[in-house]
């Protein structure tokens, strides 16, 4: 038992053919692998025995989030992902797909032997409790999104609170040079937002997936809009008609508990989606797209903030992330952009803007890890251990899917013509992204205390 981390990493390098880029520490102590590689801690059999029966992404956090797979005191979680993420692409592995033959021939032997003298083999652990139910119902039918949605945030507004800060805006900010904490980066993208939009007093607004409420507040208030957010979350919805109150703004904000697909009573001058279209699912985009379009009066502008992935090779099949779609959001799709403008241009809009937000979404990401691992203790007295590692885990490994390239955001911003064709948009991008301060009232200057804590920017 003395050497069963080097017999586990030897029979591993041997099954895969390439060195792994990690080192392994095992329950018995013993540590193999290459020299100053980050190391990760194999805590009991446990660990092992979710890897045998779930090679892969799956497995390994199956153990992560159930703690039988950690790092080591001193291993930096950004640097172990990022090693991970660079091997995964080598075309080595991208080409490997082991079957039964692998297991049983020379190479796989050596690895079931090492997990027989190691005690690991038995039967499938169950998985962790965090992790999705299976799916029952069609696709993106209107109960399995309900369901979907419960999953990923009736998590607790109190939680969502420690990971996203005062803003409780769940998607990337905009970090303009003067923004210099993450609350600033956050209100400097819902103005951005307003602007695109043309807001003006009197206006009214839709937003979709109005998560908290953040963007509603935001515009009523400093726009001198009407607005309605829908969204099918309880809890958010719970929260956002609170903050409403607070604000004083019950005359002319309106939250409802209400799917897309059940909104009647447009149009609306103006319309937002910020970070909801990606769990509408490729088989519905045209009906979002085509019920949006509905929805908004002629001349009226749409801003569609949308995560996207990078689009497949020819011939080359898309795989979904399972640690994502059994732990982090349930039935989700990401499509390429031009998908997207592909989907919105059939329904009938006419693109003018698309704007890359991609590196914006990594320090995001960094900021909400910090934000968690700063509150750590409370966030896993609310949520528990397990559902506090799925968003530690889930935020650190987007933050560098963002910052490679590997996914992206856009802002798009689109137009419901008038008959006669007219846009309603000023020629120049510079002129419709002025902000109408004759029109507007001064906004309530940007920038929340991190205490002491600096911005991970």
């Known amino acids: 038992m003395a050497k069963l981390a080097g017999q586990l990493v030897e029979a591993l390098d041997g099954l895969l053919g390439i060195p792994v880029p990690l080192r392994v520490q095992a329950w018995d102590g013993s540590v193999a692998g290459p020299p100053g590689a980050p190391t990760v801690v194999l805590r009991n059999r446990r660990a092992l025995r979710r890897l045998l029966w779930q090679p892969g992404e799956l497995g390994l956090a199956r153990a992560y989030v159930a703690g039988d797979l950690d790092l080591a005191p001193g291993t930096d979680l950004y640097e172990t992902l990022a090693a991970v993420a660079r091997f995964a692409e080598l075309p080595e592995i991208r080409a490997l797909a082991l079957g039964p033959r692998d297991a049983l021939g020379a190479r796989g032997r050596r690895v079931l032997a090492a997990a027989l003298r190691a005690g690991a083999l038995g039967p499938e652990p169950t998985p962790p409790p965090e992790e999705a139910r299976r799916a029952r119902g069609r696709l993106h039918s209107r109960g399995r999104d309900r369901a979907a949605i419960h999953h990923h945030y009736d998590v607790g507004n109190d939680f969502y609170g420690l990971v996203l800060g005062p803003s409780m805006v769940y998607s990337c900010a905009y970090w303009t040079p003067e923004a210099k904490s993450l609350e600033a980066a956050q209100e400097a993208k819902l103005d951005l937002i307003c602007r695109k939009l043309g807001l003006r007093p009197g206006m009214r607004l839709l937003d979709v997936g109005c998560g908290w409420g953040s963007l509603l507040l935001h515009a009523a208030k400093h726009y001198g809009v009407t607005a309605v957010g829908v969204s099918i979350s309880e809890e958010q919805v719970a929260l956002a008609r609170a903050r409403v109150e607070e604000a004083g703004l019950a005359d002319r904000v309106e939250v409802r508990l209400q799917d897309y697909r059940e909104i009647t009573d447009g149009p609306f001058d103006a319309i937002s ?162 902000r109408p301060v004759a029109e507007v009232t001064a906004a309530t200057p940007a920038g929340t205390d991190l205490g002491d804590r600096r911005s991970v920017r």
């Not at 329904?347 to 990594?362: C, I, K, S, T």
């Open 273 to 434: 989606s910020v970070g909801m279209a990606e769990h509408v699912g490729e088989a519905q985009y045209r009906v979002y797209a085509e019920g949006l379009y509905r929805l908004l009066a002629p001349g009226g502008r749409l801003l569609n903030h949308q995560i996207a992935r990078r689009p497949d090779h020819p011939g080359e099949v898309h795989r979904t992330s399972p640690f994502i779609d059994r732990y982090v959001f349930p039935d989700g799709e990401l499509s390429p952009v031009g998908s997207t403008v592909a989907r919105l241009e059939e329904a009938g809009f006419e693109v003018r803007d698309v704007e890359a937000l991609r590196e914006h979404y990594g320090l995001t990401l960094r900021e909400w890890v910090a934000n968690l691992e700063a509150h750590w203790t409370q966030a896993v007295r609310l949520v528990g251990l397990g559902r506090a590692r799925v968003w530690r885990l889930y935020m650190a490994a987007s933050a560098l899917a963002f910052e490679q390239n590997r996914i992206g955001v856009n802002q798009i911003l689109a137009v419901r013509s008038t008959e006669e064709g007219g846009s309603g948009l000023p020629p120049t991008r510079e002129e419709w992204l002025v």
